[in-house]
């Protein structure tokens, strides 16, 4: 490997001796306070794609020649700040023209939770000028879980393409799909066989135009799942590096000598999964590393060739009219080419034994500084499309480590992902404001905020927090400033299943649990699908939690959380203020603003398993008696700032003014 990577240090890296976080990344914020973000954009993004421009003006003049009216049709097409990528050549129906998804008003778009919420209509939604990624839900959906149309038990796209509706009906505009690519499933997915092709168990190609079709004709946005570190070992790549050292792709992954005269691995290094991250290969005798499974061999970005080759396929989606990309592992991509042995973590914990990851300080296995470079790349790449394309970097790192990944001059992920909310077990008022400061206030100038609740690596939010919480917690999901990301079934409060080790799929971890399919009606296989072996097993609860019940049920979690998602249409829920008003063991109230219309909102949550009744009148901008403008109880009419009550758990909104 070249040594062409920079180490970042424990110090730098703004990490004390416990693991915790003590400074800002200060530097990154000097340089940036001089430009605002949406200059400095536009900048870099006009530089790069002048040959764009160029390209659009060529087009202008040709059409003009055609005639003056098509011509000014045209033209204003390829201008308008907010056009669309372009469709798929391959698209068997037209997309109609689209825009940026404009919010609907609230008497129409949001389900009446409370007197207060219908009367909402006054409000003015929000401005259709802002990059779509930052107005939308973004919704993760686990494609085999989600809705099978086949009868094999599994979900695929043609399930997903008859959802949309209901994906919409919810108010989100954006859908991840976990990885629908050909797979061997050791990793249901993240083993990628072939970047550029849709693994058979899902469908194939004209599946996923149809998906994209259906997703744009309705204003609303596609994101893949992008594996760049590793392949799976079925991958062409791996299979033709493996076969001679002088293989032309041997060194597109990283190959080394083991030591004991190759009797054991060349370091220390441990696999995420656990285990030693080398496996030894018998055609040459030499070891590859693989940062997870030893069946996805990692790929070595210090070689050009794989840097340009994964490029490649990023723009191959692109080309296709995707929007953008959810990055997995990025922590990951590069690692130390000289191979050190990573030092041992004095904090692992007594059942954490040699073979377990968080024995080892991963020094040379994480962050290292080249990632940036190559982070930098694919930026590039997307923004030389039409359109705001979109990409969000999966890395569970400490608050200074993970803000590296907006780029030095936001020219990395649109956001990574904040984890804070989802990795938290500590809920109480004062905590949850910690973990909101700590992101807002460690952001780079000019960064986008992000929540996220739980996903397909995690427990449902449901289960680990206390339940009595579980609606509390998605009223803040989706009020904090910043684009939420939604798990799919947590709109419906879906919960962990114990899945019995017969039925077990996940080889690596206890996932299988927040994996199981979606619950949509309350028949057979919960509306999933026809087969009576679905390959994961529906949850006992779903004759009560499914789409269907809580559809017809004013006071479901469904019907709550479509409420939030109007709500955040709202001008106040669109900038990325955030005002504390209380921070107490169990009372968090916040205040969202909305500059100059004076439409305010707070949003108060009870922690506690207790009643509350706290003095919120401290509140800037608020008169003494204000409406409950949404409640995840039965909670309605006006109510005194100086004293408000709070059941268990329960969350409130309040606007400012009587509307
Ligand atoms: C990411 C994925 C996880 C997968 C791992 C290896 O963390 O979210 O599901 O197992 O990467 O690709
Ligand atoms: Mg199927």
Same mark, same amino acid.
Request: glycine share 8%; hydrophobic share 35%; proline share 5%.
């Given at each position: 490997?070249?040594?062409?990577?920079?180490? +970042?240090?424990?110090?730098?890296?703004?990490?004390?001796?416990?693991?915790?976080?003590?400074?800002? @990344?200060?530097?990154?914020?000097?340089?940036?306070?001089?430009?605002?973000?949406?200059?400095?954009?536009?900048?870099?993004?006009?530089?790069?794609? /002048?040959?764009?421009?160029?390209?659009?003006?060529?087009?202008?003049?040709?059409?003009?020649?055609?005639?003056?009216?098509?011509?000014?049709?045209?033209?204003?097409?390829?201008?308008?700040? !907010?056009?669309?990528?372009?469709?798929?050549?391959?698209?068997?129906?037209?997309?109609?023209?689209?825009?940026?998804?404009?919010?609907?008003?609230?008497?129409?778009?949001?389900?009446?939770?409370?007197?207060?919420?219908?009367?909402?209509?006054?409000?003015?939604?929000?401005?259709?000028?802002?990059?779509?990624?930052?107005?939308?839900?973004?919704?993760?959906?686990?494609?085999?879980?989600?809705?099978?149309?086949?009868?094999?038990?599994?979900?695929?796209?043609?399930?997903?393409?008859?959802?949309? $509706?209901?994906?919409?009906?919810?108010?989100?505009k954006t859908i991840w799909l976990s990885p629908v690519f050909?797979?061997?499933?050791?990793?249901?997915?993240?083993?990628?066989?072939?970047?550029?092709?849709?693994?058979?168990?899902?469908?194939?190609?004209?599946?996923?135009?149809?998906?994209?079709?259906?997703?744009?004709?309705?204003?609303?946005?596609?994101?893949?799942?992008?594996?760049?570190?590793?392949?799976?070992?079925?991958?062409?790549?791996?299979? #033709?590096?493996?076969?001679?050292?002088?293989?032309?792709?041997?060194?597109?992954?990283?190959?080394?000598?083991?030591?004991?005269?190759?009797?054991?691995?060349?370091?220390?290094?441990?696999?995420?999964?656990?285990?030693?991250?080398?496996?030894?290969?018998?055609?040459?005798?030499?070891?590859?590393?693989?940062?997870?499974?030893?069946?996805?061999?990692?790929?070595?970005?210090?070689?050009?060739?794989?840097?340009?080759?994964?490029?490649?396929?990023?723009?191959?989606?692109?080309?296709?009219?995707?929007?953008?990309?959810?990055?997995?592992?990025?922590?990951?991509?590069?690692?130390?080419? *000289?191979?050190?042995? #990573?030092?041992?973590?004095?904090?692992?914990? *007594?059942?954490?034994?040699?073979?377990?990851?968080?024995?080892? +300080?991963?020094?040379?296995?994480?962050?290292?500084?080249?990632?940036?470079?190559? /982070?930098? $790349?694919?930026?590039?790449?997307? !923004?030389?499309?039409?359109?705001?394309?979109?990409?969000?970097?999966?890395?569970?790192?400490?608050?200074?480590?993970?803000?590296?990944?907006?780029?030095? !001059?936001?020219?990395?992920?649109?956001?990574?992902?904040?984890?804070?909310?989802?990795?938290?077990?500590?809920?109480?008022?004062?905590?949850?404001?910690?973990?909101?400061?700590?992101?807002?206030?460690?952001?780079?100038?000019?960064?986008? @905020?992000?929540?996220?609740?739980?996903?397909?690596?995690?427990?449902?939010?449901?289960s680990k927090a206390p339940q009595y919480l579980a609606r509390?917690?998605?009223?803040?999901?989706?009020?904090?400033?910043?684009?939420?990301?939604?798990?799919?079934?947590?709109?419906?409060?879906?919960?962990?299943?114990?899945?019995?080790?017969? *039925?077990? *799929?996940?080889?690596?971890?206890?996932?299988?649990?927040?994996?199981?399919?979606?619950?949509?009606?309350?028949? @057979?296989?919960?509306?999933?699908?026809?087969?009576?072996?679905?390959?994961?097993?529906?949850?006992?609860?779903?004759?009560?939690?499914?789409?269907?019940?809580?559809?017809?049920?004013?006071?479901?979690?469904?019907?709550?959380?479509?409420?939030?998602?109007?709500?955040?249409?709202?001008?106040?829920?669109?900038?990325?203020?955030?005002?504390?008003?209380?921070?107490?063991?169990?009372?968090?109230?916040?205040?969202?603003?909305?500059?100059?219309?004076?439409?305010?909102?707070?949003?108060?949550?009870?922690?506690?398993?207790?009643?509350?009744?706290? !003095?919120?009148?401290?509140?800037?901008?608020?008169?003494?008696?204000?409406?409950?403008?949404?409640?995840?109880?039965?909670?309605?009419?006006?109510?005194?700032? %100086?004293?408000? %009550?709070?059941?268990? $758990?329960?969350?409130?909104?309040?606007?400012?003014? /009587?509307?």
């Open positions: 490997m070249a040594d062409n990577r920079a180490l +970042i240090s424990e110090e730098d890296m703004g990490v004390d001796e416990d693991g915790e976080d003590v400074f800002l @990344p200060t530097k990154m914020e000097e340089e940036q306070h001089k430009v605002s973000f949406t200059e400095k954009f536009s900048n870099k993004k006009s530089k790069r794609c /002048i040959w764009f421009i160029v390209l659009g003006f060529g087009a202008a003049i040709f059409i003009i020649l055609l005639g003056v009216a098509i011509a000014v049709t045209v033209e204003f097409t390829i201008l308008k700040k !907010d056009a669309q990528p372009p469709r798929d050549f391959n698209a068997t129906t037209s997309a109609p023209a689209t825009s940026v998804p404009q919010s609907t008003s609230k008497t129409t778009s949001t389900p009446s939770v409370s007197q207060a919420t219908s009367q909402a209509t006054a409000v003015t939604p929000t401005p259709s000028s802002m990059e779509w990624w930052k107005t939308t839900i973004i919704y993760q959906i686990y494609p085999r879980s989600y809705q099978d149309s086949d009868g094999d038990g599994n979900g695929d796209l043609v399930g997903i393409i008859n959802r949309v $509706g209901y994906v919409n009906s919810l108010g989100v050909k797979s061997p499933q050791r990793d249901n997915g993240y083993d990628i066989s072939n970047y550029t092709d849709i693994d058979p168990l899902f469908g194939n190609l004209a599946d996923l135009t149809m998906l994209l079709n259906e997703l744009h004709s309705k204003g609303m946005h596609l994101l893949l799942d992008f594996v760049p570190n590793h392949t799976s070992d079925e991958h062409p790549w791996f299979v #033709e590096s493996r076969q001679s050292m002088s293989s032309s792709k041997r060194d597109w992954y990283v190959w080394a000598d083991g030591r004991n005269n190759g009797s054991s691995p060349p370091n220390n290094w441990i696999a995420v999964f656990g285990g030693s991250a080398w496996t030894k290969c018998n055609i040459t005798g030499q070891y590859y590393l693989h940062q997870f499974s030893e069946f996805q061999p990692d790929l070595n970005y210090s070689n050009r060739e794989v840097v340009l080759a994964i490029e490649n396929v990023l723009q191959f989606w692109l080309n296709r009219g995707v929007d953008g990309f959810r990055i997995d592992a990025v922590a990951h991509l590069l690692e130390d080419p *000289q191979l050190r042995d #990573e030092p041992i973590n004095p904090n692992h914990g *007594q059942d954490c034994g040699t073979g377990c990851y968080d024995y080892l +300080i991963h020094s040379y296995t994480r962050n290292y500084m080249g990632i940036h470079d190559v /982070i930098r $790349g694919w930026r590039k790449v997307l !923004d030389c499309y039409p359109g705001d394309r979109f990409m969000v970097g999966e890395a569970y790192e400490s608050v200074s480590t993970i803000m590296m990944y907006y780029g030095q !001059d936001l020219d990395e992920f649109n956001f990574p992902f904040n984890f804070f909310l989802l990795t938290n077990n500590n809920w109480t008022g004062i905590n949850v404001d910690n973990i909101v400061k700590k992101w807002l206030t460690n952001m780079p100038p000019g960064g986008w @905020p992000n929540w996220v609740l739980g996903n397909h690596d995690n427990h449902r939010i449901a509390a917690l998605n009223v803040l999901l989706l009020t904090l400033p910043g684009t939420p990301t939604t798990y799919y079934g947590e709109e419906i409060m879906m919960t962990n299943v114990d899945v019995p080790d017969s *039925q077990r *799929q996940d080889l690596y971890g206890d996932r299988d649990k927040e994996r199981t399919p979606m619950q949509w009606t309350s028949g @057979p296989q919960a509306g999933f699908t026809n087969n009576s072996n679905p390959w994961l097993p529906i949850a006992d609860n779903y004759t009560m939690v499914n789409v269907q019940v809580e559809t017809n049920d004013k006071t479901s979690m469904l019907t709550l959380y479509r409420a939030l998602a109007g709500l955040r249409t709202m001008p106040a829920f669109t900038n990325s203020g955030y005002t504390t008003v209380m921070n107490s063991t169990e009372v968090l109230a916040y205040v969202r603003q909305s500059g100059g219309s004076g439409q305010n909102f707070m949003v108060v949550v009870n922690f506690s398993v207790n009643h509350v009744t706290v !003095d919120l009148s401290s509140a800037v901008g608020f008169p003494s008696s204000v409406q409950i403008y949404l409640s995840t109880t039965n909670h309605t009419g006006s109510v005194t700032l %100086s004293q408000v %009550s709070l059941d268990a $758990g329960e969350a409130l909104v309040f606007h400012s003014s /009587i509307l």
